[in-house]
């Protein structure tokens, strides 16, 4: 309950006490017949857990928290605890930021944004298909979620300046935007340049673009008609009546240097990250030379290594590391020996659908999918 969160976290000792009630609980009966060294790192996860889905405490301290215990009591090598810093993934994921900022920095976004907007965005329906429309598009050019929708936001926020447009109706709208690009980041292996990626290790299996496409593609266009239908049946009055007036002439300013640079970079990474099966370049190489090329090209300057989420890394690195290491200390057989007496006993629709609730409710709890 948000209420009972918000008094917790306004109190100036219980926000720190309750959340350490349970952990210690664990440590000290041990459940499931745990050892002292699983019973520990259990408790610390599920402290941890709790500081990451109220933000008692700050993210990055508690993620630097259970990298600590992990590493004393985990009984697992460093190596597996710091797996995650020392994949392709981690720096093709912090790159990727880089790659961001260079296409924010040449305008490329806005200008392709504000022309199809004006052209063909003149009533509400169609700037909820524009949205999906440039939501799809800008995945082969920010291939990094959190800058893209908010780019398209803003995007949207300049063209809605000096329109009549009830405020409810721009929420809706705005809104609008947020649950596409959860939808679209499913389309393509680039698409989540996080959670697409993490899901593919945490698999342990190997995917090129066009094999995600195939798996993905038809689910992701099945989703997007559903989520949209019934986004325009609750929304609909919101969305009636609404006079969006656009010009009829629209001028086309020509591009300078920088906006043509940032075009040919991305098309070449881009290209190459689709080939990746053919050629074997790791990705995380192609877009590390995708980023020093636009710093070659003064696109991106050393300033906006700031772009980097220094904060998601470190939250990153501590979330793959809860998988090694309650597998190394044995911890995750007692837990999944225990769980799977709910689930039935051979894998049917009954599973899934219990594995799908599951993950539903983690998810409301924790709030993240990467958590």
Request: aromatic share 14%; hydrophobic share 55%.
């Amino acid at each position: 309950n948000a209420t009972i969160i918000n008094k917790i976290k306004g109190h100036p000792y219980l926000r720190y006490i309750i959340p350490f009630i349970l952990p210690l609980l664990i440590v000290f009966t041990r459940p499931l017949s745990m050892n002292p060294n699983q019973s520990i790192i259990s408790a610390a996860l599920i402290l941890v857990l709790i500081w990451w889905a109220t933000g008692i405490i700050n993210k990055i301290y508690a993620s630097f928290f259970l990298l600590i215990i992990f590493s004393i009591f985990g009984s697992t090598p460093l190596r597996v605890v710091f797996r995650f810093p020392l994949s392709s993934n981690f720096y093709m994921i912090a790159l990727s930021f880089l790659l961001s900022q260079g296409i924010v920095n040449s305008n490329i976004a806005n200008r392709f944004g504000d022309f199809v907007l004006k052209k063909y965005a003149y009533t509400p329906y169609r700037l909820i298909i524009t949205a999906f429309v440039i939501a799809v598009l800008l995945i082969f050019i920010v291939p990094q979620p959190f800058s893209r929708v908010i780019l398209i936001a803003s995007i949207y926020e300049e063209f809605f300046k000096g329109k009549e447009i009830p405020d409810k109706s721009k929420e809706v709208l705005f809104f609008c935007i947020f649950v596409i690009s959860t939808i679209v980041s499913m389309f393509f292996l680039n698409g989540d340049i996080i959670l697409n990626y993490a899901a593919i290790q945490f698999g342990q299996i190997s995917i090129s673009w066009l094999q995600w496409f195939k798996y993905m593609g038809l689910p992701s266009v099945f989703t997007s008609l559903i989520v949209g239908f019934f986004f325009i049946i609750i929304f609909r009055e919101a969305l009636t009546n609404i006079d969006i007036k656009t010009e009829n002439n629209i001028e086309s300013k020509v591009m300078d240097a920088k906006e043509k640079k940032t075009i040919i970079i991305m098309f070449i990474v881009i290209i190459l990250w689709m080939t990746e099966p053919i050629h074997s370049i790791d990705s995380a190489i192609i877009t590390l030379v995708g980023s020093l090329a636009m710093f070659a090209a003064n696109i991106i300057e050393i300033k906006d290594l700031r772009s980097i989420d220094i904060g998601l890394m470190i939250f990153l690195t501590a979330a793959f590391s809860i998988g090694s290491v309650m597998n190394h200390s044995g911890t995750a057989d007692i837990i999944y020996s225990n769980i799977m007496r709910v689930f039935p006993s051979e894998y049917s629709n009954m599973y899934l659908a219990i594995l799908i609730i599951t993950t539903m409710l983690l998810h409301m709890i924790l709030g993240s999918s990467m958590t």
